[in-house]
Structure formats: structure tokens, C-alpha cells
């Protein structure tokens, strides 16, 4: 994990009152240049994904018929891809989940349904980094993270800062931001906030691979937003099965019954190989 000493910290009451003005904002244009101000003043951590054999996933609602094309099963292409938490039209990324249940409640899974699950792992060597917003207030609020340990530790570090003012303006920023990121009713507006504070942070870390963010639909698991670059580099898929939801219950469980499990045949064909299978999920 890298970080930039800031030079300098507004007062917190600057920065509380920048956030109403955010809020407030609903012109693009002069939402984007206060978003800009408070994002120049703001420290964004960022992160190395090594390779792992846990593989992350991404669900897709089906008409009841398996998808075999690996496009089908990565990111959209340009011309079909909309708007997003962290994407605007016509710019794709790679929505993955650290677990299979949240890729299943990030499409809204419903019982009846088809859906097809796949798993994407990091390519050896090629570690992902991805920029994350809010741990420094989970870390400070509830003792949590979605961070691994090292930079756990790193933020932990940075918390004990003894100079109290500049503290609470950041951990003010790095709330506020992730609030922005995270909120329920972002699709109502479009997803207008996040949308270009993800743009911004971009600007801001050209060579970052994604962004790391929690779970808006399943509260405390963790999602990676990748983008093309990335997942075409740094990702493999390494399994797809597609099956009925026979039945979703509380607490984000279900039960799914598969019908066709493969994996990539040829490889570089852009091809999934499924064989019939009944199981259970």
C-alpha cells in the first residue's frame, strides 16, 4: 500500500461545510469542481491483490440458458455497457465479489431465476492494485477493515496521530467519500455522485487496477470494481457453473440447483467447455 503525505488539512468545519455543499449540489458541473476540491485534499490509499487460489465472482441473471462465450462472462463491451456505481456509459469494468453469495446478491437474485456464477483469481505475478475510500473511518469507528494486515497496520499507524485536528478532517473525508460510494439510493440519480468521484480518483491514480469497495447490498463483504486493462491481464477465469434458484431465504442464503459446470476450452478461444452435472449449491 502506497500513500501521500498531505501538506495540508482544511479545518473540519471547512470540510463539513464543503460536504453540505456536495449534498446540496445537483448540477453536474459544479458537483464535479467541489468533488475535485475535497478529493486534492484527501489521502486515497491504495493496495496490492496478490495472486490467490480463492477466486472472486461474478454472477449473471440468464434466460435459462447457459452462457458460453468467456465475453459474456467478463465485463460488457463498450457499446453495451451503462452507467454504474463506478462507471459511466460506454465504460466498462469488471464487478467482482470476494464471495460467491454477494455476487449473488449484487444482481438481486430471485428464486425462480437462472443464474450463472464464475470465478475470476489473480494472475501469479501480476498482482491488481486497487484504490479503496472508508477504512480509515471503519478502522477508527468500529475496529474493522477490508483490508488485509499489512495495510491494516499502515492505517492502524496512521490513527494514532497525536495532532487531533487534521485527524478528524480526514477521517471526516474518508467517511463522507465512502458514504458517497456506498450509498443505497445512489441508482435513483444515476449513480451522478459516485460516478464521478470514481472518474476523479482515477485522474488522481492512473495506475491503479480498480477499486476495492464494500458490499452496498450485503453489509461487511468486500467487492473489486476492475478495470478492462486489468481483468484482461491480471485475471483468469477459472470456473463458471449455471443453475435454477430454487429458493432464496434470509440472512443471503440460497439454494440453487446446478445444472452445467465448466471451464476454458480451448484455451484463448473465448470459449466455455460445460458438461452436465445436477448439484447442488
Same mark, same amino acid.
Given at each position: 500500500?502506497?500513500?501521500?503525505?498531505?501538506?495540508?488539512?482544511?479545518? &473540519?468545519?471547512? #470540510?463539513?461545510?464543503?460536504?453540505?455543499? &456536495?449534498? @446540496?449540489? @445537483?448540477?453536474?458541473?459544479?458537483?464535479?469542481?467541489?468533488?475535485?476540491?475535497?478529493?486534492?485534499?484527501?489521502?486515497?490509499?491504495?493496495?496490492?491483490?496478490?495472486?490467490?487460489?480463492?477466486?472472486?465472482?461474478?454472477?449473471?441473471?440468464?434466460? $435459462? =440458458?447457459?452462457?458460453?462465450?468467456?465475453?459474456?462472462?467478463?465485463?460488457?463491451?463498450?457499446?453495451?455497457?451503462?452507467?454504474?456505481?463506478?462507471?459511466?456509459?460506454?465504460?466498462? #469494468?469488471?464487478?467482482?465479489?470476494?464471495?460467491?453469495?454477494?455476487?449473488?446478491?449484487?444482481?438481486?437474485?430471485?428464486?425462480?431465476?437462472?443464474?450463472?456464477?464464475?470465478?475470476?483469481?489473480?494472475?501469479? $505475478?501480476?498482482?491488481?492494485? #486497487?484504490?479503496?475510500?472508508?477504512?480509515?473511518?471503519?478502522?477508527?469507528?468500529?475496529?474493522?477493515?477490508?483490508?488485509?494486515?499489512?495495510?491494516?497496520?499502515?492505517?492502524?499507524? @496512521?490513527?494514532?496521530?497525536?495532532?487531533?485536528?487534521?485527524?478528524?478532517?480526514?477521517?471526516?473525508?474518508?467517511?463522507?467519500?465512502?458514504?458517497?460510494?456506498?450509498?443505497? &439510493? @445512489? =441508482?435513483?440519480?444515476?449513480?451522478?455522485?459516485?460516478? &464521478?468521484?470514481?472518474?476523479?480518483?482515477?485522474?488522481?491514480?492512473?495506475?491503479?487496477?480498480?477499486?476495492?469497495?464494500?458490499?452496498?447490498?450485503?453489509? $461487511?463483504?468486500?467487492?473489486?470494481?476492475?478495470?478492462?486493462?486489468?481483468?484482461?491481464?491480471?485475471?483468469?477465469?477459472?470456473?463458471?457453473?449455471?443453475?435454477?434458484?430454487?429458493?432464496?431465504?434470509?440472512?443471503?442464503?440460497?439454494?440453487?440447483?446446478?445444472?452445467?459446470?465448466?471451464?476454458?476450452?480451448?484455451?484463448?478461444?473465448?470459449? #466455455?467447455?460445460?458438461?452436465?452435472?445436477?448439484?447442488?449449491?
Amino acid at each position: 500500500m502506497t500513500q501521500r503525505k498531505v501538506k495540508y488539512l482544511p479545518h &473540519i468545519d471547512e #470540510v463539513q461545510k464543503l460536504a453540505n455543499q &456536495i449534498r @446540496a449540489e @445537483a448540477d453536474p458541473t459544479r458537483l464535479e469542481a467541489q468533488l475535485r476540491k475535497m478529493l486534492s485534499l484527501y489521502d486515497t490509499l491504495n493496495y496490492a491483490i496478490p495472486a490467490s487460489k480463492t477466486p472472486m465472482s461474478r454472477a449473471r441473471i440468464t434466460e $435459462g =440458458r447457459a452462457l458460453y462465450k468467456t465475453s459474456d462472462l467478463y465485463y460488457p463491451p463498450k457499446r453495451y455497457a451503462k452507467a454504474g456505481r463506478l462507471n459511466d456509459d460506454g465504460s466498462p #469494468v469488471l464487478y467482482l465479489s470476494f464471495q460467491p453469495r454477494t455476487a449473488l446478491a449484487e444482481v438481486h437474485t430471485a428464486k425462480g431465476q437462472h443464474v450463472q456464477l464464475s470465478g475470476f483469481e489473480v494472475r501469479e $505475478g501480476r498482482p491488481i492494485q #486497487v484504490a479503496v475510500v472508508g477504512e480509515f473511518y471503519n478502522l477508527d469507528k468500529g475496529g474493522y477493515t477490508l483490508l488485509p494486515t499489512d495495510a491494516r497496520n499502515r492505517v492502524a499507524r @496512521a490513527l494514532q496521530n497525536k495532532k487531533q485536528e487534521p485527524l478528524r478532517s480526514m477521517i471526516y473525508m474518508d467517511a463522507f467519500l465512502a458514504e458517497i460510494l456506498q450509498d443505497p &439510493i @445512489a =441508482r435513483d440519480e444515476g449513480y451522478l455522485r459516485s460516478r &464521478i468521484v470514481a472518474r476523479l480518483l482515477r485522474e488522481k491514480l492512473p495506475n491503479v487496477d480498480g477499486f476495492h469497495y464494500p458490499s452496498v447490498v450485503r453489509h $461487511g463483504s468486500p467487492n473489486l470494481a476492475n478495470f478492462p486493462h486489468a481483468a484482461d491481464t491480471k485475471l483468469k477465469l477459472s470456473a463458471t457453473a449455471h443453475g435454477l434458484v430454487e429458493e432464496v431465504y434470509e440472512y443471503g442464503l440460497y439454494r440453487i440447483r446446478l445444472n452445467k459446470r465448466g471451464h476454458i476450452f480451448p484455451p484463448g478461444a473465448g470459449m #466455455v467447455l460445460l458438461r452436465e452435472i445436477d448439484e447442488l449449491l
